[in-house]
């Protein structure tokens, strides 16, 4: 059995953060890698991974140091959705195929589970459906009692869903030959040609079967479902002190902490689980650190600094900040003073304008998005859900409250009135006051 790995797409909600999900990294390794993982831990070895121009060179880099599996390449040269990626890949999908979305987060147990169920089925084709308790915006699974397919219903509006059951993209084909020739002969204008061919293959009397599936489903369509899945990976690792770390005898380190490699932990720094700190980092003096919070490699979260539930990139310099509920990418540096606030005044769920609609993130205490390469001046104030684009500067004391393009500059231009100074001071008051004090 192979597994398809679906790497060409785009993330289009995804701004500020431009890279591609699945190179995200968790626990100091990229989500790609950790799915690799999870697959292999349910016996698989042999990967098609299907990328698009700008990532291959990555994907083949970040499998090349995996031990153990045999992965082939295909090209998806425009991303134009799952039927076009299997399309660019029809080479090699012969046999029995596991589809799978990298972006999604899931337990292990949702590949042992598929391929458990499709050995026991003669059904053409597995799928997994997550049972939801609130709408979710994705496709819906409408069944008969048998639990088989009877047809998909893609971002049904609320209150319209055929069913409490949503997709979810590890897809068990039997015969992939079948599925492509199905796929060729869809005519849609959306971007639903592979859910449309599953509709096909239903109508032409393939069964497919909907496997009920409990565990952890971490989707990240937005930036901020990166803290969910951060939780997922800080709830599931083993506390962890590597031997080249140092930590000072006057620092705390309390509950689940991983701290990787030369990160160094100075006196009076305070880190409360669960929390992940990167390889070469150092957490200065009188630094909190707390709450699910995950710090990448080569970052210095400097004096009197304190992160909160927040994902912080690789090669981050803090200073006295406050950063709270918030995704920062790499390589970004705050000025002393700067705070990226994460609850609004009303106590309100946070929203975010997302093409033109506000989207309510689902949290009340949501900070800042911040992009790669930015730069935040002294005592600058980011406001809850704001979002900074890629290679932008928030100048000194900026009261951020709009969303900021990428590679712009926002600065505070304050009028400064010089006039002679005239005033004298009487030093009788101060050797007066001086002496009160002596006693």
Not at 133 to 161: C, D, M, S, T, W
């Amino acid at each position: 059995m192979k597994a398809v790995l679906l790497c060409g797409g785009r993330g289009k909600r995804m701004f500020p953060i431009t890279e591609d999900k699945f190179l995200l990294h968790f626990l100091g390794k990229t989500l790609l890698e950790h799915q690799i993982q999870m697959a292999c831990e349910a016996g698989l070895s042999h990967f098609v991974v299907i990328g698009n121009p700008e990532n291959t060179a990555k994907i083949k880099q970040i499998t090349r140091r995996i031990p153990g599996i045999e992965v082939e390449f295909a090209l998806q040269k425009k991303a134009l959705g799952i039927a076009a990626a299997l399309q660019s890949a029809e080479p090699f999908l012969r046999g029995q195929l596991l589809v799978i979305n990298p972006n999604d987060v899931f337990s292990s147990s949702a590949y042992t589970k598929i391929i458990a169920a499709a050995k026991k089925t003669s059904a053409s084709s597995s799928i997994l459906g997550y049972q939801v308790q609130e709408y979710f915006p994705g496709g819906y699974l409408r069944v008969n009692p048998r639990n088989e397919l009877l047809h998909i219903v893609e971002k049904p509006a609320p209150g319209k869903e055929p069913s409490d059951l949503v997709n979810i993209l590890i897809h068990y084909h039997n015969d992939p030959k079948e599925l492509l020739h199905h796929i060729e002969t869809v005519r849609t204008t959306k971007d639903d040609v592979y859910e449309c061919a599953l509709d096909k293959m239903v109508r032409a009397g393939h069964k497919i079967k909907v496997i009920p599936y409990k565990g952890f489903w971490g989707p990240i369509k937005y930036p901020w479902h990166i803290l969910k899945v951060m939780e997922y990976f800080l709830d599931n690792a083993q506390p962890y002190v590597a031997p080249s770390a140092r930590i000072s005898k006057k620092a705390s380190v309390e509950g689940k902490v991983v701290l990787d490699d030369n990160v160094r932990v100075l006196e009076n720094a305070v880190i409360r689980g669960p929390a992940y700190i990167g390889a070469n980092s150092i957490i200065g003096n009188n630094a909190l650190v707390r709450d699910y919070s995950h710090i990448g490699s080569n970052s210095v979260i400097g004096y009197s600094t304190e992160v909160k539930h927040s994902y912080i990139g690789n090669n981050c310099w803090f200073h006295s900040n406050y950063v709270g509920d918030s995704i920062v990418d790499d390589d970004c540096s705050f000025g002393a003073g700067a705070v990226l606030a994460n609850f609004r005044l009303d106590e309100e769920n946070i929203q975010v304008e997302v093409s033109n609609s506000l989207v309510d993130t689902g949290y009340d205490k949501l900070g800042a998005i911040v992009g790669r390469g930015c730069r935040i001046g002294v005592n600058a104030s980011l406001m809850p859900g704001v979002r900074v684009g890629p290679d932008s500067f928030v100048g000194p004391q900026v009261w951020l409250r709009d969303d900021l393009a990428a590679n712009k500059m926002i600065l505070l231009e304050p009028r400064y009135q010089v006039t002679h100074n005239e005033t004298r001071l009487d030093e009788g008051k101060r050797r007066e006051l001086l002496n009160k004090f002596r006693g």
